[in-house]
């Protein structure tokens, strides 16, 4: 028991002559009133949800213009559809063969056949040429509808750039519908006259 009290003398004497140099005392005292200081504290809690609320805008914002500009994308790939497949432009190779048209098409580094079953079934191929959709090379082909005859327009263009985001869709433009959809990052459009 006396070896504690010793031992707690000796401590105390030993910290009671330490201390720290005044700048530094003045620095912690600064430091404890500020962090005390209850407008600084408010503060932070009226910040917190406001940053939180601006955080959530800035986002929905951002999706609500991707979204739109995904859309516009879509239009300007329709409109493009429409505009070419109105011109009537002869075609460069007149065949039923996708592979005579994807040989005479060599530029074209993608597959112009659709894999989509409904096209193929319903649709006959006559011939195809060079064309462009958004400044990306394309494929103009004309296919003819086995059950009616009518003549209608098949597009396929490698999905890059803003083409990649374009999502399936069916629009009517101008007399015109156009069906577009994505295979294997081709963007197949088909565009024929309603009635």
Not at 19 to 32: E, T
Not at 142 to 159: D, F, H, N, P, Q
Not at 187 to 193: K, V
Request: proline share 4%; charged share 20%.
């Amino acid at each position: 028991m006396n070896n504690d009290r010793e031992l707690q003398r000796a401590l105390k004497g030993f910290y009671s002559a330490k201390s720290l140099p005044p700048a530094r005392v003045d620095y912690l005292i600064q430091a404890k009133t500020q962090a005390l200081r209850p407008g600084r504290r408010w503060q932070t809690i009226i910040l917190m949800p406001i940053t939180a609320l601006g955080t959530v805008c800035a986002v929905c914002l951002l999706f609500g213009l991707r979204q739109e500009q995904q859309r516009a994308t879509e239009r300007a790939v329709c409109a493009e559809v429409v505009m070419n497949y109105e011109k009537h432009s002869p075609m460069q190779v007149l065949t039923s063969h996708y592979s005579d048209v994807q040989a005479a098409l060599n530029r074209l580094d993608f597959s112009i056949m659709p894999a989509n079953a409904r096209i193929l079934e319903a649709y006959r191929l006559v011939g195809g040429r060079y064309c462009s959709i958004q400044g990306v090379p394309a494929a103009q082909l004309r296919v003819r509808e086995i059950r009616s005859g009518k003549e209608c327009t098949l597009y396929a263009v490698k999905a890059v750039g803003t083409l990649y985001d374009v999502n399936s869709t069916i629009d009517r433009l101008d007399g015109v519908r156009v069906e577009v959809w994505q295979q294997d990052n081709v963007l197949f459009a088909l565009a024929e006259q309603t009635d």
